[in-house]
C-alpha cells in the first residue's frame, strides 16, 4: 500500500505564499496529483508531476522529487477563494490513485 | 461543472433500506470509479471499472454492489447498511486507467441512521 503524509491544516494571509508538503513512500511510483476541494464540491485536478523538477501554472507551482519521496504544492498571491482542501494523490502501478487525507488551507484577509 | 454527475446529492437511509447511487460521465471516458470520502479521512478507492469491466474491488463488504451498464453509467447499490457507513461517496472518470487525470462528481452525502 501508500504512505501518504500532508499537514492537516495551515493558514495564511490574502497576497501570501504557502507551500503545502508531501511525503510518500510507495512501490510503482508512476505519478502524483494535486487536486482542489472545496467543501461541499467534487476534488478538482491541480497539477501532475511524474518527473523531479517544478511545473508552473499560474498561480499555482508544484514540485517533485522521486528520490525523496516528497513534493509540494506552491499557492501564491493568495486569494480568498483558494480556501479549500488540497489533496496529494499518488499512482501508483496502472490506475490506483492513493490520495492523502488532505490539508486545508484558510486564507485570512 | 466537471461533467460528471451523481444523483442524489444527499441520502439519508435506514439500515434495512436498498438503495442506488447514480453517476453519469458527458466525457466519453472508458473508466469509472467510486470513491468513500470520510471526515478527516483520505479518499478511499472502493471500485474500479475499465471498458465496462470491473477490474478492482479494494476489499468493500458486500452490502455495497455496484453496477456498469455502459461506459457512461454508474451505479452504487446500497442495502443493510451500517452508520458507519455515512460518509460521501465520489464517482470519478478517465480516459483509459493509466496516470490519467481522474474528473470527480459532486459526489452524494450519504446518512445512514
Redesign the interface.
Known amino acids: 500500500g501508500q504512505n501518504?503524509d500532508q499537514p492537516?491544516e495551515m493558514t495564511a494571509t490574502e497576497g501570501a505564499i504557502v507551500q503545502i508538503n508531501c511525503t510518500y513512500q510507495t512501490s510503482g511510483f508512476?505519478?502524483l496529483?494535486w487536486?482542489q476541494q472545496h467543501a461541499?464540491?467534487?476534488?478538482?485536478?491541480l497539477s501532475?508531476n511524474?518527473l523531479d523538477g517544478l511545473e508552473e501554472k499560474g498561480r499555482f507551482s508544484s514540485f517533485l522529487s522521486r528520490s525523496k519521496g516528497y513534493s509540494y504544492l506552491l499557492l501564491k498571491e493568495l486569494q480568498m477563494k483558494d480556501s479549500a482542501s488540497y489533496?496529494c494523490?499518488v499512482?501508483a502501478g496502472?490506475?490506483?490513485?492513493?490520495?492523502?487525507?488532505?490539508t486545508t488551507v484558510t486564507v485570512r484577509a | 461543472e466537471t461533467g460528471v454527475t451523481q444523483t442524489p446529492r444527499h441520502l439519508v437511509m435506514g439500515m434495512t433500506n436498498k438503495k442506488s447511487l447514480k453517476c453519469e460521465q458527458h466525457l466519453g471516458h472508458n473508466a469509472m470509479y467510486w470513491y468513500k470520502q470520510s471526515a478527516k479521512k483520505p479518499l478511499e478507492l472502493m471500485f474500479v471499472y475499465s471498458l465496462e469491466e470491473r477490474v478492482e474491488n479494494n476489499s468493500v463488504p458486500s452490502r455495497f454492489s455496484p453496477e456498469c451498464p455502459n461506459s457512461s453509467h454508474l451505479f452504487l447499490h446500497l442495502h443493510t447498511l451500517q452508520p458507519e457507513d455515512s460518509a460521501l461517496y465520489l464517482c470519478a472518470s478517465s480516459q483509459g486507467t493509466d496516470y490519467n487525470e481522474q474528473f470527480f462528481g459532486p459526489g452524494t452525502r450519504l446518512t445512514v441512521l
Open positions: 501518504i492537516t508512476n505519478g496529483f487536486y461541499g464540491e467534487a476534488p478538482t485536478f501532475y511524474v489533496l494523490a499512482i496502472d490506475y490506483k490513485l492513493s490520495f492523502g487525507a488532505g
